[in-house]
C-alpha cells in the first residue's frame, strides 16, 4: 500500500504562483512515474504534468511554458511549479504514482486524495 500525500493547493489571485508538493510512502520497491491530474467542476479528468524515475516529463498542452514539474527520488516527493496562473486552472489537483512495484513484482497505481487549487479572477 502506498500513501500519497499532497500538499500547496489553496486560493491564489490570477497572475500569482502555487507549488504543489506529493510525497510518497509506504513499503515499495520503486516508483516509475508520478504526476499530476486536475478535474474541474463539471469536467473530465485531464493531465496535468507526468514525469517518470529517469526525469523525462509530458505536459498538458493547457499548461505548457507556465507549470513545471520536478521529482526528488530519494524522498519519492513529486513537485509541481505553477506559475502564471489563470482563472481555468481552478480544478482538484490529484497526485497519481504508476507502476509502483513491491518486492514480489507486482506493481499497481495510487491516486491522492486532491488538493484544491482556486484562481481568482
Known amino acids: 500500500q502506498v500513501h500519497l500525500v499532497e500538499s500547496g493547493g489553496g486560493l491564489v489571485q490570477a497572475g500569482g504562483s502555487l507549488r504543489l508538493s506529493c510525497a510518497a510512502s509506504g513499503s515499495f520497491l520503486s516508483i516509475n512515474a508520478m504526476g499530476w491530474y486536475r478535474q474541474a467542476p463539471g469536467k473530465q479528468h485531464k493531465l496535468v504534468a507526468v514525469?517518470?524515475?529517469?526525469?523525462?516529463?509530458n505536459y498538458g498542452d493547457s499548461v505548457k511554458g507556465r507549470f513545471t514539474i520536478s521529482r526528488d527520488n530519494a524522498k519519492n516527493t513529486v513537485y509541481l511549479q505553477m506559475n502564471s496562473l489563470k482563472p481555468e486552472d481552478t480544478a482538484v489537483y490529484y497526485c497519481?504514482?504508476?507502476?509502483?512495484?513491491?518486492?514480489?513484482?507486482?506493481?499497481?497505481?495510487?491516486w491522492g486524495q486532491g488538493t484544491q487549487v482556486t484562481v481568482s479572477s
Open positions: 497519481n504514482a504508476q507502476d509502483v512495484t513491491y518486492s514480489d513484482l507486482t506493481s499497481y497505481n495510487y
Open positions: 514525469i517518470t524515475s529517469g526525469g523525462s516529463t
